[in-house]
T-cell receptor, first 116, second 113 residues
Framework: EAGVAQSPRYKIIEKRQSVAFWCNPI?????LYWYQQILGQGPKLLIQ????????DSQLPKDRFSAERLKGVDSTLKIQPAKLEDSAVYLC??????????????FGQGTRLTVV | AQSVTQLDSQVPVFEEAPVELRCNYS??????LFWYVQYPNQGLQLLLK??????LVKGINGFEAEFNKSQTSFHLRKPSVHISDTAEYFC???????????FGKGTTLSVSS
């Protein structure tokens, strides 16, 4: 079974530029998450999708970050404009949706963003 | 607020020694607890999980964890570690079914010979 795919693996941009990350979840997984992992810290949730609807985006800095999952499968996360403090690894994860249950989240390898 | 605390940021051990990585969570009626491992430049891989049932949970690579409700803990243990266990370990928690996991800050396990 193929895992969660993310691209690119690495990205270096200058501050104030824009950047986009792509995620393809495991086939059949209705729930998709984007996490931000700053060096030395644990992952922090940015946004959670259920199919193509947003479940939780309370920690997404909406003035510069946006995410979409138009067809309920692939997702993109965009940052515009980027700031130095956005340097981090962006992890995508997916899980099966089980009503009233917590399912295991499977993670991609992440995209390491460096803002200079 | 929901939280999970990993009590040790770094744990150095010698090969074949036992190890315990500590994790405490904020008390709630329902809890779902996970341990993930992250190798350098990799994503997170599930080691084990507690959703309900037996409080002793066995995972991959010889790891196990015990859910202790009275102490709100979910410590990870391995009786004999290998060099290859060197990695970052994350405890994660949710207190509501279907919600995203909250992660601790991680514990770096360093195994030396």
């Amino acid at each position: 079974e193929a895992g969660v795919a993310q691209s690119p693996r690495y990205k270096i941009i200058e501050k104030r530029q824009s950047v986009a990350f792509w995620c393809n979840p495991i086939s059949g997984h209705a729930t998709l998450y984007w996490y931000q992992q700053i060096l030395g810290q644990g992952p922090k949730l940015l946004i959670q999708f259920q199919n193509n609807g947003v479940v939780d985006d309370s920690q997404l800095p909406k003035d510069r970050f946006s995410a979409e999952r138009l067809k309920g499968v692939d997702s993109t996360l965009k940052i515009q404009p980027a700031k130095l403090e956005d340097s981090a690894v962006y992890l995508c994860a997916s899980s099966l949706h089980r009503l009233g249950q917590t399912a295991t989240a499977f993670f991609g390898q992440g995209t390491r963003l460096t803002v200079v | 607020a929901q939280s999970v605390t990993q009590l040790d940021s770094q744990v150095p051990v010698f090969e074949e020694a036992p190890v315990e990585l500590r994790c405490n969570y904020s008390s709630s009626v329902s809890v779902y607890l996970f341990w993930y491992v992250q190798y350098p430049n990799q994503g997170l891989q599930l080691l084990l999980k507690y959703l309900s049932g037996s409080t002793l949970v066995k995972g991959i690579n010889g790891f196990e964890a015990e859910f202790n409700k009275s102490q709100t803990s979910f410590h990870l243990r391995k009786p004999s570690v290998h060099i290859s266990d060197t990695a970052e370990y994350f405890c994660a928690y949710s207190n509501q079914a279907g919600t995203a996991l909250i992660f601790g800050k991680g514990t770096t396990l360093s195994v030396s010979s």
